[in-house]
């Protein structure tokens, strides 16, 4: 699994102009799932994001968790995460998992940060066009792939 973290101070996904998710401070995950994912690469991964300390402190300094603060996380799958640009100029999306795979995983995923987040948690639609409207404040973006564990 790929995750795109970036801490914002307010994000909302919108779904045919009709606003799915929305949250004030926290995180946008944008999560990417492939071929070879299992449950524990879901769980890994939020263990990681829930914990990630890259909110400012009274100090300034990046030493608080989304759960530090009292923050909020909207997740939105999103394959292209998953895209190889190798060969020519037509991204490869051969190595995302088909939605047999990743919806299951993605639903995980969610529940396993509603699980320790309740009702801090929003989501986008796994599949649908989304409009991503967010304000990365820092700005601060951090790339996690389980395969790498970094």
Do not use: C
């Amino acid at each position: 699994m790929r995750a795109l973290i970036q801490r914002v101070t307010g994000a909302r996904v919108d779904i045919d102009g009709q606003t799915a998710g929305k949250i004030g401070e926290g995180l946008l995950v944008l999560v990417g799932i492939e071929r070879a994912d299992t449950p524990e690469d879901a769980r890994w991964l939020v263990h990681k994001i829930h914990n990630l300390r890259i909110f400012n402190d009274e100090k300034g300094v990046m030493n608080l968790s989304v759960e530090d603060i009292g923050g909020e996380v909207l997740i939105v799958s999103q394959f292209t995460l998953h895209a190889k640009t190798k060969k020519g100029f037509r991204p490869s999306y051969m190595h995302a998992a088909p939605p047999d795979i990743a919806i299951p995983l993605y639903e995980h995923f969610v529940e396993q940060f509603r699980q320790r987040m309740p009702g801090r948690v929003q989501t986008g639609r796994f599949g649908a066009m989304m409009d991503i409207h967010l304000v990365n404040h820092g700005p601060v973006t951090i790339w996690i792939d389980t395969k790498n564990k970094e």
